[in-house]
């Protein structure tokens, strides 16, 4: 049963993490040890931004023996592969008003299902906004969790113990590949403490513990919840992030992502106190951003410190050398990359796209990593020849694939420099319109 320890789960945990690790140029965990208990009851509420990705960050995080289990929204199960690749990963399904009345009755097994693992001290997690949300916000959190959680502590008279751990799930860049990626997890909630209220009034009970979770997770979570200026916030983010890190929080783990709350959060006082000058900083993040799109630069290039012409002459240098085992690696990677590329364009949603790269690099990577040494076996009748090329060819395609983004950031960072050179002015003016 899926509340039972797997130890099929445990081995596949180790490529499935290497892999995840692969993808992020830093994956950063912020109170893991502090706010996560091994001895009580866990259900991990984080928020949703990033389909599977999401749920491997957590299993990635997992520090001691405990098997994750996730529960997911139902739709996703209607494939017989897929649901079947879904519960080996300890994923069940959870039926929503939209699937059908008559499927709802099903989610009272899935509850039950819920209700052992958490007698049994092992942790269970839920994407409380219930869809996927690739912006930097934060959907309603629904009512799944408490209703989960509450008859469960109730039917042994709340001596469970358990807690609701609220997890921040943060990507610097969301579709970026070698990016940055921040997990928060916050101080728990404990569910005994809506005892007497669940007691009294069920209902009150679970839209009270929905709001605490709530409140939790906005505390936590970069959330621009103002649509109409949605693109200036980012911008002011990516603008002026990196500098307020390292004034404000430098030292810090995760110093971007405080930057970006800070940012967030004083945009929002601005905009509550003084709207002339929120109006005014709106307006001249849209004139920058106009400037810069003019000049063919975008908010993500590094404006504020344009590099030297010796820095750039040294790393292009080091790119032109380095390029002979950058172009191999690529070249022994051909097919994964063009697998993923293909599998990418089946999906309408963008979000979905980092998780296709991840599994494309988890599968298709050692796949056609042993059929190619295979061949160079074969055809060379030299296996040690072959086991060496078994072993370069992850190594040389990862180096690659890490060359490419040095050699785009090269050339955006050596699109700014000319451009601080050519428009002197026009550069100072907008580094008077994007700071904060």
Do not use: C
Not at 93 to 102: E, H, I, Q, S
Not at 221 to 245: C, L, T
Not at 266 to 271: F, G, M, R, T, V
Not at 409 to 425: E, G, I, L, Y
């Amino acid at each position: 049963m899926i509340y039972r320890y797997d130890f099929r789960y445990t081995l596949v945990k180790i490529p499935v993490n290497i892999t995840l690790r692969l993808n992020f140029r830093k994956l950063v965990f912020i109170g893991k040890k502090e706010n996560v208990s091994k001895e009580r009851a866990i259900i991990f509420a984080p928020n949703h931004r990033n389909a599977l990705i999401d749920a491997l960050t957590l299993v990635f995080s997992s520090y001691h023996l405990k098997q994750i289990v996730f529960l997911a929204r139902a739709d996703i199960f209607k494939k017989r592969f897929v649901a079947w690749l879904l519960k080996g990963m300890r994923i069940m399904p959870v039926f929503r008003l939209r699937d059908g009345k008559d499927n709802l009755d099903k989610n009272n097994e899935i509850f039950d299902n819920a209700a052992r693992i958490l007698r049994k001290n092992n942790p269970i997690a839920l994407f409380p906004e219930a869809r996927h949300n690739p912006k930097q916000s934060l959907l309603p959190v629904q009512k799944a969790v408490p209703r989960i959680v509450l008859p469960t502590e109730a039917s042994v008279d709340f001596q469970l113990r358990s807690q609701i751990v609220p997890v921040s799930i943060y990507y610097r860049d969301i579709f970026g590949f070698l990016s940055d990626a921040y997990i928060t997890f916050g101080t728990p909630i404990e569910v005994s403490g809506y005892k007497e209220i669940y007691n009294e009034n069920p209902g009150m009970a679970i839209n009270q513990l929905r709001q605490e979770l709530e409140k939790r997770l906005k505390s936590m979570v970069v959330n621009i919840w103002n649509d109409e200026f949605y693109d200036q916030y980012s911008h002011a983010i990516e603008w002026n992030g990196d500098r307020i890190a390292r004034e404000k929080f430098s030292g810090r783990k995760d110093d971007f992502l405080q930057a970006a709350l800070y940012i967030v959060r004083k945009l929002d006082e601005i905009y509550e106190n003084n709207r002339v000058e929120f109006d005014r900083k709106m307006a001249g993040f849209r004139k920058a951003h106009t400037l810069l799109k003019e000049e063919g630069l975008t908010p993500k290039d590094r404006i504020e410190e344009p590099s030297s012409r010796s820095n750039l002459l040294f790393r292009f240098m080091a790119l032109i050398l380095s390029a002979p085992v950058a172009l191999l690696g690529l070249l022994n990677g051909i097919f994964p990359i063009l697998i993923n590329k293909k599998l990418s364009g089946l999906f309408k949603e963008k979000q979905f796209i980092p998780s296709v790269r991840y599994a494309s690099g988890l599968l298709f990577v050692p796949l056609f990593d042993l059929i190619q040494s295979l061949i160079v076996g074969a055809v060379t009748k030299n296996w040690l020849l072959a086991l060496g090329y078994f072993m370069l060819m992850p190594v040389t395609f990862y180096f690659g694939l890490y060359w490419r983004k040095w050699f785009k950031t090269a050339q955006r960072d050596n699109k700014v420099r000319r451009f601080k050179k050519q428009h002197p002015t026009i550069w100072s003016r907008v580094l008077e319109l994007i700071r904060l």
